[in-house]
């Protein structure tokens, strides 16, 4: 133990001093060969050198203290819980969370070009004979957790993404990261080049606040690199789609909130749960990001905020629809693959629309869930053909559901009025909510299939329609819209496009999911292209939404006599790249 303690304060000792002796433009080029000339001085000015880290294994809180002093450092606060360091360790080690104590400190260097910067410890008690020792010795041998930082001064998304793209360029990879809610600091990890003139090979962006958006991207290419753990993490992914849904079933996430925080005790019996098997629960959902875990409970994210029943844009009927029945028919997913079958039939007995609608509590969970993903519909209200549309044009949504999106275009144009088309039990609700949302006397309401789309409409709507169906009932639904369009009028189609790069895109799970639920698919905007033209209309033009949608702007092939007229039709055309969404 005194050669260990000896090792940890040599090791610390050459530490203070890299700190002391070091600045940001210096040590960037030793770290990433190559950096030099312009790049250099818009890094410099982006992040700065904060500090230089080490793990230490100090058999009590008093021997390191002693290390310290030995050191010419001083703490001036109690050790802060390490997050990231100790899941490493978890990770590396293959023990639990509770038996890896990591603490941290950050302690005040004077360096020799005037500047304050840290030397940050993190430091894992190892009493006497604790079977921890040979994790020390691992540690101490092989120094994962010694590495340097750099802080960005400039907590901005794109910046961010700028620096992990720079880095890298110059043979930086990245090596994990984390956010700590403790501190509410984001971090990632980089091993840099065998060619880095550094001592140390591994660096650390710290940015204050919590940029787990980012992280993520930066995280998954760690992982790719690490094909067991990714392997791993991809086959484990049923368990989170299981967890979200029992945290929004049990309603666990109603009795929380954002701002203070909740004890599992609290909570399990505002649930009527078992207090050990929530904990267990909650400590997974804090890995994922929808809850945060604090010395006094649990909070939600606001990632977890979207599961609870009364926030605004809720996600809940989504987590209960897909951890219920689409949960079970993609256990047969093998079946439709080597079929061509539809696994939810085969699970259920019929189809996904005659079970639902033989089930009226499930009929209006999945009328939710549609309208839990109302976010795609944000800007569609603003479209041009919307906005151009003359007082008293009417918008007419097929298989508008209950109402939602129609509920926003009118919400956004008092001018226009509405006709809604569904099934007969979708229309009552969409009546009821339409009307409380104040529509009800500019909306008509039409029990119907697509046979009867009616005549007469400005503006036609078909939102997330197409990819329930093949392409032959594709045609037939769009043959109905039109011969109800005169040659004046605009259909706008929203769907999730299938990037035509192969780039990753909801689009690309959402055709899986198509595939295994509906016997539907995702489409290429050149596919919708031409069952349009086969029904005699055309495509103008494609906009972007949000979640990888898309709002393909449609109009019928101009008759002979018309051409030439003040409503002429362009001809079709392919979307510009600017317009893709990967």
């Known amino acids: 133990m005194i050669t260990a303690l ?8 050459a530490t203070v001093d890299f700190v002391k002796e070091q600045d940001t433009a210096t040590l960037l080029p030793l770290l990433l060969p190559g950096l030099d000339g312009p790049e250099l001085r818009t890094l410099v000015e982006r992040c700065a050198f904060s500090h230089a880290a080490l793990l230490l294994f100090p058999p009590d809180a008093a021997a390191l203290d002693a290390t310290l002093a030995d050191c010419g450092l001083v703490a001036d606060a109690p050790p802060q819980p390490s997050v990231v360091v100790r899941e490493r360790l978890c990770a590396r080690h293959r023990r639990s969370a509770a038996e890896l104590d990591v603490g941290i400190l950050r302690l005040a260097v004077e360096c020799a070009d005037g500047a304050r910067r840290t030397v940050e410890v993190f430091a894992l008690t190892v009493p006497p004979g604790s079977d921890l020792a040979a994790v020390a010795a691992h540690e101490r041998e092989r120094q994962h957790e010694t590495h340097v930082a750099f802080e960005v001064e400039a907590p901005d998304p794109l910046v961010l993404r700028g620096l992990c793209a720079a880095f890298g360029r110059y043979g930086a990879t990245p090596d994990g990261g984390g956010y700590n809610p403790h501190e509410n600091g984001t971090v990632f990890y980089f091993t840099t ?135 079970e028919s993609f256990a047969g997913l093998d079946h439709t693959v080597r079929t061509g079958e539809v696994a939810f039939e085969r699970r259920f007995g019929e189809n996904h629309f005659d079970h639902f609608a033989r089930d009226p509590e499930l009929a209006g969970l999945f009328d939710l869930s549609m309208a839990a993903g109302a976010r795609m519909f944000d800007p569609l209200p603003s479209h041009p053909v919307l906005t151009a549309a003359a007082g008293g044009a009417v918008v007419v949504d097929i298989a508008g559901g209950n109402g939602e999106l129609l509920s926003r275009i009118l919400s956004a144009h008092p001018r226009l009025h509405g006709i809604l088309l569904e099934r007969p039990h979708t229309v009552e609700t969409a009546r009821r909510l339409l009307g409380a949302a104040g529509h009800g006397e500019r909306c008509t309401f039409h029990p119907g299939d697509f046979a009867d789309v009616p005549p007469g409409g400005d503006v036609y709507v078909l939102s997330r329609v197409l990819h329930d169906w093949d392409d032959d009932r594709c045609r037939e639904i769009l043959r109905h819209c039109a011969r109800a369009m005169d040659d004046t009028a605009d259909l706008l189609v929203v769907e999730r496009v299938l990037p035509s790069d192969g780039s990753a895109s909801l689009a690309t799970a959402w055709d899986l999911h198509m595939m295994c639920n509906v016997g539907g698919r ?37 008759s002979a006599d018309s051409g030439h007229g003040p409503h002429a039709v362009p001809s079709p055309v392919t979307p510009a790249s600017g317009a893709e969404r990967g």
């Open 522 to 558: 995702e489409r290429r905007a050149d596919h919708y292209a031409r069952l349009f033209a086969d029904a005699g209309l055309t495509l103008v033009d494609r906009t972007p939404l949000p979640l990888d949608g898309s709002v393909l702007h449609v109009r019928r092939v101009a």
């Open 6 to 13: 000896s090792g940890d304060t040599s090791r610390l000792r």
């Open 193 to 327: 080049s065998a060619e880095a003139k550094s001592g140390c090979r591994r660096v650390e962006l710290y940015v204050p606040g919590d940029h787990r958006d980012v992280l993520a991207a930066h995280l998954d290419e760690h992982r790719r690199r690490q094909p067991a753990e990714n392997l791993l993490r991809l086959l484990t992914g049923a368990w989170t789609t299981q967890a979200l849904a029992a945290f929004a079933r049990l309603e666990v996430a109603d009795a929380m909130d954002g701002e203070r925080s909740v004890t599992v005790a609290q909570l399990a019996r505002a649930a009527d749960v078992f207090p050990p098997n929530l904990a267990t629960l909650l400590r997974y959902l804090a890995m994922v990001g929808v809850v945060s875990e604090h010395h006094d409970g649990f909070r939600l994210t606001e990632t977890g905020g979207l599961l609870r029943a009364d926030a605004e844009g809720s996600m809940r009927p989504l987590a209960l629809m897909y951890g219920g029945p689409f949960y």
